[in-house]
């Protein structure tokens, strides 16, 4: 009885699996190993002494890493790049600078090397009332920018802009005298001289033949004196109330005061003009004449006649006078 429930029951399971749809199962290779338990003695002895030695598994390799380095390249220059010299960007010839000085409009521009003939005064104006520098020795090389018609040059001396008067310059280097060395030219000479001499107008005195020594009072003009040295800086000794003093030779003559043409036509003007610059106001229309003093630049004046010599004859602080035309002007400042 039992064997029949058996039966039914696992032909009862085949239904319905059959029915289910069995799963399909993957096919294996079959194994060959057998199980220990059919194996010999020393087979299983074998593979358990197999299955007991320690699994080594294989060392792990590390990669070597190599740094990638970029390649540095090189810029290609071409044949004719190469043999091409690099391109100097264009500039402006520099501009010359302009000179420190302002000549007079009289003059025209020149440039050219002179040398003194004698020992002539560079001033500070082109005419022999203006300010003396000081004598410039014989021989000097001057640079000369101009000159004007009436017979003066403006000229560079040891980096000074001052004027001298032309006759006293040459341009043929063999016609000047030996240029004298600075040493000598510094040092004070005296030579002696002996003769009668006349001052030009009002003139300092002073305790030593140089423009650095003290003032001892003034000479009137047209005053007789009795010179007795002569010196290298431009100065003289002269004997003036019996005593011996320095004048600055440029306002002594040998020429006697009667010999000067002192009547000078005139015409007969009344304008107003302003002076230029600081001027001599003086008793009469030349250099040689008295002083009464000086009147300061951008001073208002009364002309009231122009003399044939181009002086002006202005009454100022209560006197009438004369000052040089070359320093006045119709054109308030």
């Given at each position: 009885?039992k064997?029949?429930l ?8 085949t239904l319905?699996?059959?029915?289910c749809g ?7 290779q ?14 299983r ?8 030695q320690p699994?080594?598994?294989p ?10 380095t970029?390649a540095v390249t ?6 004719t790049?190469?043999?091409t ?116 107008s ?6 030593g ?24 800086s ?9 005593k ?32 230029t ?7 009469a ?16 004046l009364?002309?009231?006649?122009i ?8 009454s100022?602080d ?5 000052i ?10």
């Amino acid at each position: 009885m039992k064997k029949i429930l058996a039966l039914m029951t696992a032909f009862g399971i085949t239904l319905t699996l059959a029915a289910c749809g069995a799963s399909k199962i993957e096919e294996t290779q079959p194994t060959t190993e057998q199980p220990l338990w059919a194996q010999s003695p020393e087979s299983r002895a074998a593979q358990l002494a197999e299955s007991t030695q320690p699994t080594t598994e294989p060392a792990e390799t590390v990669p070597t890493i190599v740094p990638v380095t970029e390649a540095v390249t090189e810029p290609t220059v071409s044949e004719t790049e190469a043999a091409t010299e690099p391109t100097v960007p264009e500039t402006e010839a520099p501009t010359e600078p302009q000179p420190e000085y302002e000549m007079e409009e009289k003059f025209s521009p020149v440039d050219d090397t002179v040398y003194t003939t004698d020992r002539p005064n560079a001033r500070s104006q082109a005419n022999t009332d203006s300010i003396s520098y000081g004598r410039v020795p014989k021989g000097t090389k001057l640079h000369r920018v101009g000159t004007s018609p009436d017979g003066w040059s403006a000229v560079i001396y040891e980096d000074q802009f001052c004027y001298i008067a032309s006759e006293y310059l040459t341009t043929d280097a063999e016609e000047a005298p030996t240029e004298v060395p600075e040493e000598e030219r510094n040092r004070v000479q005296e030579t002696a001289v002996d003769d009668q001499v006349y001052t030009v107008s009002d003139v300092n005195m002073r305790e030593g033949p140089g423009f650095d020594k003290a003032v001892l009072g003034r000479i009137p003009a047209f005053t007789e004196l009795h010179r007795v040295a002569s010196y290298n800086s431009g100065f003289d000794k002269v004997i003036y109330k019996d005593k011996e003093v320095y004048v600055s030779a440029d306002y002594l003559t040998a020429k006697h005061p009667s010999e000067y043409d002192l009547e000078v036509a005139e015409e007969t003007v009344n304008d107003t003009v302003f002076t230029t610059q600081e001027v001599n106001f003086r008793k009469a229309p030349r250099v040689e004449s008295g002083i009464y003093g000086r009147i300061p630049q951008g001073t208002e004046l009364n002309r009231i006649a122009i003399t044939e010599n181009k002086w002006a004859k202005v009454s100022y602080d209560g006197h009438e006078g004369y000052i040089s035309g070359d320093f006045i002007t119709t054109t308030a400042p």
